[in-house]
């Protein structure tokens, strides 16, 4: 009845502007509530385990937002580097120092306390750009800085994990990286080459030299893993030769196939990438809240006031910071979402590369969900206090790109 109740209540609010967009949410807690009284259903079907699909659909995520990015979106570094380089260092420094904090104030079991500092070490949300357009603020440093926070995340994750993590849970740093850049890295890259493709609007000189890169990172990135599991040649060749048939010839066939379809149009594919992207998050809720269910019946309320806590501390420190630093509202509001706002698909994957995805990934499985809540509902009320256009050279260039990208997320 109750999982009834809400199913049906996230469709109903669909036939309201003012309610639409809570409808994921409520979506999200039908999930839970699927997953807490049925536990059962969701380990395995026969004898696939079901947590195998929680990196595919983290790799399928990032892959729609390399679909979506350009190297546009890291013009804002010089345009507006103030802004980049605070929203930059508040997201990797408040949330991690936060999620110590409250994993020591409320004395969570290790691999708990574990898993509240590593949500807030990943890479900002791809939502905080949405919230970011909602609220008014500076789209185009809000892309710019998940942007820049998405690809520095594989070499200031693990470190900081290491740092402040390593007490509750082990961290290998170099496995942590690969694992991040098989997660985050590759499957952008998947999506440049798409883009690369389906676009076609680059010289033949300068495609060559980006799928000559793309390729080298690919390749590097099955090297280190290499070194560090040293599992045999054979092996090597074959998650090699598999990932560069996924990462690389995939995506370059789709887009070809797709550009020849004019009945398939860009918004239709952006479309479906949108709807498997958040499938793909209610499928991880499910499976996470089955997996650690037990552990969520012991320390679940006290989880949910700290990841509550965790990201409304986020948010408003740093919009004071940005304010301290004398940047205009816009761009308040817009490091306000970015500090605040994370990844929490990389934060479950990483907890499932660990073996611990019942424990390490129950904050992130909480977090998600929550921070659209009170991500939305600051949007709302930002949005209801517009300000005055402030004189940014740099939001005028990009007002049309941020546009763009609004729509695609």
Not at 33 to 54: E, N, T
Not at 275 to 297: E, H, P
């Amino acid at each position: 009845m109750l999982v009834l109740a809400l199913v049906l209540l996230a469709i109903a609010f669909r036939g309201f502007a003012a309610l639409k967009g809570f409808s994921y949410t409520i979506w999200i807690l039908a999930a839970v509530s699927v997953a807490m009284l049925y536990p059962g259903y969701f380990f395995r079907v026969g004898d696939f385990q079901l947590k195998r699909l929680i990196v595919p659909f983290v790799q399928l995520t990032m892959f729609g937002m390399g679909a979506h990015m350009s190297f546009n979106d890291f013009k804002g570094v010089i345009k507006m580097p103030k802004g980049v380089f605070i929203g930059i260092g508040c997201h990797f420094i408040i949330m991690p120092l936060v999620g110590f904090s409250l994993s020591h104030l409320f004395d969570f079991p290790p691999e708990i306390a574990g898993g509240v500092i590593l949500i807030g070490c990943v890479s900002s949300a791809m939502a905080s750009n949405v919230m970011s357009y909602l609220s008014g603020a500076n789209l185009a440093l809000a892309v710019t800085i998940g942007a820049c926070s998405t690809i520095l995340s594989p070499f200031v994750t693990p470190f900081l994990m290491k740092w402040l993590g390593g007490q509750y849970v082990e961290i290998d740093i170099a496995h942590m990286m690969i694992d991040i850049t098989n997660m985050i890295i590759i499957p952008i890259v998947a999506g440049f080459i798409f883009n690369l493709f389906y676009y076609d609007q680059q010289t033949h000189r300068a495609k060559t030299i980006q799928l000559v890169v793309f390729a080298g990172i690919i390749g590097l990135t099955n090297g280190l893993l290499q070194l560090i599991v040293n599992q045999p040649i054979g092996n090597f060749l074959m998650a090699l030769g598999t990932s560069l048939f996924w990462f690389y010839g995939l995506p370059m066939l789709l887009a070809i196939l797709l550009k020849k379809r004019p009945q398939i149009s860009r918004a239709m594919i952006e479309n479906c990438l949108s709807f498997a992207a958040m499938l793909g998050i209610v499928i991880n809720t499910v499976i996470i809240t089955a997996s650690g269910r037990d552990n969520l019946l012991q320390v679940g309320g006290l989880l949910i006031i700290t990841c509550l806590l965790h990201n409304m501390i986020g948010l408003s420190v740093g919009y004071l910071t940005a304010l301290l630093a004398g940047l205009p509202e816009k761009d308040r509001r817009t490091i306000a979402f970015e500090v605040g706002m994370q990844n929490g698909g990389v934060a479950t994957g990483l907890a499932l590369q660990m073996g611990k995805v019942a424990t390490v990934g129950l904050a992130s499985a909480i977090f998600g969900p929550l921070q659209n809540v009170t991500g939305s509902a600051l949007a709302n009320w930002f949005r209801k206090r517009p300000v005055k256009d402030d004189k940014q050279p740099a939001l005028a260039v990009h007002k049309q790109q941020g546009q763009e990208n609004y729509h695609n997320i």
